[in-house]
C-alpha cells in the first residue's frame, strides 16, 4: 500500500523509538521532520504516559503507534492503536482495517483487532493511568532499595521528562555475566541483554555497518529487571535490593 509518497529521494518518515518507558528527544525531532517535510512516527508501544515537556510521548510526532500485547504495559491479548491528529493520516490509516472498505478509495489491508481483545483493551484504558502509576512506584522503590553501585547505572530521567519504567534497565562497567549470575542464583527475574541489535540480524546484513555502541551495550554492558511483567511484594523489593549488593561485593565493582 501506497502509504507516504516519496519526495525527492528522500526519506518521507522517521520512526523514533520511545525506549524502555522513557520518551526520545521527541520535541527536536518534530521540529527537524516539520522543517524538512518529513513524517515523524512515535514506536509508544514500552511508554504509555510517559512525557517530555508536559507533553505524552506518542502524541508529539505526526502519528504515535502503542501496543496491546501480552507483555506490554497495557494488554488485551493482541493488537494495538494508531493515534493522529492529522486527519488524512487518520484516513489513510483507517484503510488498513478492513482492505480500505467504506473509508477509503485507496487499497487497504486487513489489520483488524478482534473483537474480543477490543473489549479487553477500553476496560484496560479506562484503569491505564493507575496501571502505569503502580508500575512506576515499583520501579522507583526497586532502584531506591538497590542504592548506589560504584560500576553500575541505574536508569536516568532527563529533565522534564517522566520515565514509565516498563523495564529497569542497568548499566555495568564490567563483569556483567558475573554479576547476573549472582542475582540467577538468588532468583531476580532479569535478562541479561536486550533484543539482538537490527544490523546484527540475518534479514538486515545486507545493510550492515559497524554500530559499536549498540554491539557493546548488547555483549558486554546492559541488562534489566522486568517490571511490567512482574508485581514485587515489598519483601521481594528487599531481597532485590539485598541480591544486588551481594553481587557488587562478589565481582568487586
Known sequence: MEFLTPVANRPVAVFVTNLFGHPAQLHAIRKSCDMTGITMIEDNAQSPFAMERGRYAGTIGHIGVFSLNIHKPLQCGEGGMIVTDDDDLAERMRAFINHGEHVSDRIGLNLRMPELCAVVALTQLQRSKAI??????????????????????????????KHVYYTIPFLIDRSRAAFCEVLAAEGIPFAEHYAEPLHQMQAFKRWYQQCPVASDLYTKRLFYLENCTWTFTKREIKKIGEAFQKAAEKVKL
Open 132 to 161: 502505569i502509576d503502580r508500575r512506576v512506584e515499583q520501579a522507583e522503590a526497586i532502584i531506591d532499595v538497590i542504592g548506589f553501585i560504584p560500576g553500575l547505572r541505574p536508569p536516568v530521567t532527563r529533565t522534564n521528562c
